[in-house]
């Protein structure tokens, strides 16, 4: 593990960058935001090449509001309908930043922070407090995300505590793109999905509170499915979303890691395995990506250029009582771990 000096926030603060290296597996991820900036692997002909969305300079990532590429998002991954939940009857509201409803924490989330480092021989482990009414969300929180490189897996580890009753749903939002982050887009991938059921969504992408059979409809990729071959197909669920934009319920006992995907890269061979303890995972096929943001290489991120799996509990959950609870209360500890190994087919 190595660090280096990244650049500098607006307001001065000092952000460090870590370099994690295996022989297979070569990751970086920084303290602003507690990103995961790239990842490289070596593909079918041996040819290491970056599989994960990105930028070459920390400004490049300051100026990015949008698409929180490789980010520790938080307090509230993913959806709250009109930013408002409640908890032991007490109602809470959080700044909209998606239209009428709040998206990944608001506006201010875990992404446009600095995070304290504490360094590993083959891990870091980034530190974030959010203050009590932070983004409107109740309670002190604090939330520890740690990455590990084992051999060719790369494991995140999230933890927190609060001090009040609050809702916490963390994950990272990397995009990735086995074929090469400069390489066109990810719509030949070849995708598994462990999960028989998913939560259809509304217009404003907000589940409906139904856990639906993915049996017969295009969401269904229990086998082996390139991404592309059924996402133009007149269904409504990829109507409102333009594409893939769907937390899957996964398999399993949640609480307990387990396979949630598995994607693999049929020209280059090579091959992504994910596994969690998280009860849902988000598939996002990067339908927003508009070529407005120039990424490494010099490389304009359109449609489709990367793929998100976001392990996570589900969206809008608070606003459920049949989702599992995101509510976490003092004296709890919240545990979440995902795995994503890296092979060749």
């Not at 079918?44 to 590429?69: E, P, S």
């Not at 319920?249 to 396979?259: D, E, K, S, W």
Request: proline share 6%.
């Amino acid at each position: 593990m190595q660090k280096s000096p990244w650049g500098c926030t607006a307001e001065g603060v000092a952000v460090p960058i870590f370099t994690l290296a295996s022989d297979a597996v070569e990751v970086r991820v920084m303290a602003y935001g507690a990103k995961l900036v790239s990842i490289r692997t070596a593909g079918r002909a041996g040819r290491m090449a970056g599989i994960v969305l990105g930028y070459d300079t920390l400004q490049d990532y300051l100026n990015d509001t949008k698409t929180h590429f490789g980010s520790i998002v938080g307090r509230y991954g993913n959806r709250i309908a009109l930013g408002k939940f409640a908890i032991d009857g007490k109602s809470f509201q959080i700044p909209v930043n998606n239209g009428r409803n709040a998206l990944h924490g608001g506006p201010m989330g875990f992404d446009r922070y600095v995070w304290q480092a504490h360094e590993e021989p083959n891990a870091v482990e980034f530190t974030h407090v959010s203050p009590d009414g932070d983004m409107g969300f109740p309670g002190t929180l604090t939330a520890k995300v740690r990455y590990a490189l084992e051999g060719s897996a790369l494991r995140i580890d999230y933890t927190a505590v609060t001090d009040k009753p609050t809702v916490v749903n963390l994950t990272n939002h990397a995009y990735f793109n086995l074929r090469g982050d400069d390489n066109g887009n990810i719509l030949g991938h070849r995708l598994e999905i462990c999960a028989d059921r998913y939560t259809p969504v509304n217009a404003e992408l907000i589940p409906e509170g139904e856990l639906a059979p993915v049996a017969g409809t295009p969401l269904d990729f229990c086998q082996p499915a390139v991404i592309g071959a059924r996402i133009g197909d007149p269904h409504e669920q990829l109507r409102r979303a333009g594409g893939y934009d769907h937390n899957f319920v996964v398999n399993g006992q949640a609480g307990t890691l387990r396979p949630a995907a598995i994607v693999t890269d049929p020209e280059s061979g090579r091959r992504m395995t994910v596994e969690t303890t998280e009860p849902g995972m988000q598939f996002y096929s990067g339908n927003f990506l508009d070529g407005s943001f120039t990424g490494r290489h010099g490389v304009k991120y359109g449609k489709h250029s990367g793929f998100c799996l976001e392990t996570q509990h589900f969206p809008d959950s608070p606003n459920h009582p049949n989702f599992p609870t995101t509510v976490l209360r003092p004296g709890e500890t919240y545990r979440s771990t995902t795995v994503f190994s890296f092979s060749v087919a």
